[in-house]
């Protein structure tokens, strides 16, 4: 499995996938979600209102529709206040993680990520970094299907953040 990071609109994002950055309503809201949403168009809503929701670090997919992927998977990050710092750091790693078993089970081979849970859930965006490049690391010897995971970054800040993160494993 091969990473990338790039600056971009995720629901421009063409790949197999891309990961959604949800509320545990999985029924829209502010940011990349509220965003998803919008441009995938009311048939997300409606098939997401058929989920029952989603417990925080889990996900669930459903159709692209109108957007450039095919699927989106929902993944509700951890609201950082809301959490002891490790137990929070668990739930992040476990998005990232059941996001890619999700794409491994339906045999996707190109997934794009938002940064989860660094908005207005204000998981330290350097400690969130940090976890993606190590659950990519640890997942990449076990992947079968995913070939490239791509961190979609809104800014430039967010995109040096997750940079620093990968190359510091290299090191």
């Known amino acids: 499995m091969k990473f990338d990071i790039?600056?971009?609109d995720i629901t421009k994002f063409k790949a197999d996938a891309i990961v959604n950055a949800a509320?545990?309503?999985l029924l829209g809201g502010g940011g990349v979600d509220g965003a998803i949403h919008r441009a995938a168009g009311p048939e997300l809503l409606a098939e997401c209102e058929t989920l029952g929701g989603c417990?925080?670090?889990e996900a669930k997919i459903t159709g692209g529709y109108r957007l450039p992927a095919s699927f989106v998977i929902h993944t509700p990050g951890p609201v950082y206040r809301s959490y002891k710092p490790e137990e929070a750091a668990r739930l992040l790693r476990n998005c990232y993680v059941n996001s890619l078993k999700i794409a491994e089970?339906?045999?996707l081979k190109t997934v794009g990520f938002a940064s989860i849970s660094t908005g207005i859930y204000a998981f330290p965006l350097n400690d969130a970094a940090r976890i993606v490049a190590e659950t990519f690391r640890d997942f990449a010897s076990?992947?079968?299907s995913v070939e490239r995971a791509t961190m979609v970054c809104f800014d430039e800040k967010t995109a040096d953040?997750?940079?620093r993160a990968f190359?510091?494993?290299e090191n």
């Open 142 to 144: 076990q992947a079968a």
């Open 105 to 107: 089970e339906r045999g």
């Open 167 to 169: 190359a510091a494993l």
């Open 161 to 163: 953040a997750y940079r």
């Open 6 to 8: 790039v600056i971009g």
């Open 23 to 25: 509320n545990r309503t």
């Open 55 to 57: 417990a925080t670090g």
